[in-house]
């Protein structure tokens, strides 16, 4: 009979493995110089639906909309006003000479001491708004802000007794992007010695405890380094680095784990090194690859979601599970076959010579003798928790979140300040229109009526304006919605415009086409994809993963029994991010410092509910 391959090249790992250590720290230095080299490019990501076709008719037509950011000078004590406080005034001036100064990295600058500036002053006048772009190219636009946010924060330094703080698109994410990288950072600094203690107490020997996460580490590192290759043609950001950390982390660490256990467990029973790594590879080796298998076809199901942000996620995760399982087939037997019997050196005082001995667990076999001896009763209790669990999820309401900021970040607070003294609308809906004679009278007309059905409360608000773009190859009509952007009356009003107004405007006229886009549209054709994609995706991954589990072994009940638990398990943990994050429960003990709790009722965002 024909040794498994699993087995054979557990095998040549361990007879060559000096060949197969050397060789894999060669190929992990490799690929991390390798992906250092290969110059990083921005795959331009678009929303799904109308929404997207009008973004790649404005990326087409090269039109690009410069991040527009807001100076706020408020007045610190109650009465004053810009009207009457000469230190308001004179702020604002010397803001916007700072802004001047700088004409490389703030443009078209606006403020309520130029001529119709009225509008930049607060209802109260106790605030006024200093308004401008950053100009340049904006994939590097939280850099060339930072000029201005030094110019506001040395006016601010000048007036202590006023409140001076920018935000905008540019300030905002400089703000995302040192979030990102700070968090990256700290789970990188915090996941580790984490990890370690936790090993360190499962095998109580240090150098077997640092096996596991020799494996996570160069397999993240690998598979870091491999994304600058598909990222030259998908969507890969930082999101799909985050994922990669994470889930590297703990696949490199499980299957280690498979493996060095199992070993220590034949050498206990007096097996040579040797005799226990083929047995480890035999049973642990072919569990890791079929454990490695059905997650990278779980994983897969993301590039039916459609959403361009899940197809890097889905290139990164599935990268770095199949970068482990191929560290686990080789590295980790050939660094078990060379270390032998020092891998259980580094005993940990009070806990080494117990847990080497690789004993079986008193407490969970206790707990596994129970529910061996009432499987009904305890699958019952089980399953009826887990049901519980997962009957939240029946009202689940995906959206996308209109601040990716936490409310304890300085911008958001800055948001929050211009959104009260200046209340206005959310973002209108944008019409992209393209075609011949746009500037002919079928099309002035179609606008017109268009704008004669906005009104002051209806779901068309007014004004309805018009601005020609691209050398007039284009138009973009800006509609005010009803709503706050983000709820049902948005939506509402959304459909209304796209189904009914410009139907009967617009799309009377030949020889046009056009798409509504905008914060609003965007986020709710993207919400609606994954409504409708998400059964597909489901059924796909569970059918794939059915047969997978029925070659692996050989047995119906099996596959279905794990896909049921698997399907259990995520209602539970979808049942729960609707609990915490949709309703509010918990948002006390889980809300940070200095920041406000979640409002109750409102929507999940998408990021928060695909995480699980």
Known sequence: MRTPIVERIAGWSARHRKTAVLGWLVLVAAVFVGGHMIPSTNVQQYDAGQSGQAERTLNRLNVKFPPAENVLIQARPPGATFARDPDLRKATAQVVAA??????????????????????????????LVRFNVPGNSDHEDQTVIPDLTAVAAVQARHPGLLIQEAGDASGDRAINGLVSADFRKAEETSVPITLILLLAV?????????????????VVTAISLLAIPGHWLPVGQDASEVVLLIGTAVGVDYSLFYLRREREERAKGATVGEALRIAAG???????????????ALAGLFLAGAAVFTGIAVGAITVVGVAVIGSLTFVPALLSWLGRWADRGRIPFLGRRRTAARPSRLWAALVRRVVRRPLVWGGVA?????????PALGLRLAYPAND???????????????????QTPSPGEVVVTGADLAGPAVRNAITELQARASASGPIREPVTVSAVAGGQALIVDVPLAGNGQDSASDSALLTLRDQALSATLGKVGGIAYAVTGNTAGSYDDTRLLDQRTPVVLAVVVGLAFLLLLTAFRSVTLPLISIGLNLLSVGAAYGLITLIFQDGRLQGPLTSPGSAPLPRGSRCSCSCSCSA
Request: proline share 9%.
């Open 203 to 219: 095998f109580g020997a240090l150098i077997a405890a640092g096996i596991p996460l020799l494996l996570a580490a160069t397999a």
């Open 283 to 297: 049973t642990s080796g072919r569990a890791i690859v079929v454990s490695g298998l059905t997650v990278m076809i």
């Open 405 to 423: 900021v936490p409310n304890n970040v300085p911008i958001v607070a800055t948001v929050d300040r211009i959104q009260q003294a200046f209340p």
């Open 383 to 391: 399953a009826a928790a887990m049901l519980a669990l997962a009957a």
């Open 99 to 128: 802004l001047r100064a700088r004409p490389a990295s703030a443009a078209d600058i606006r403020s309520p001491l130029s001529p119709g500036g009225r509008a930049l002053i607060s209802p109260s006048g106790t605030s006024a």
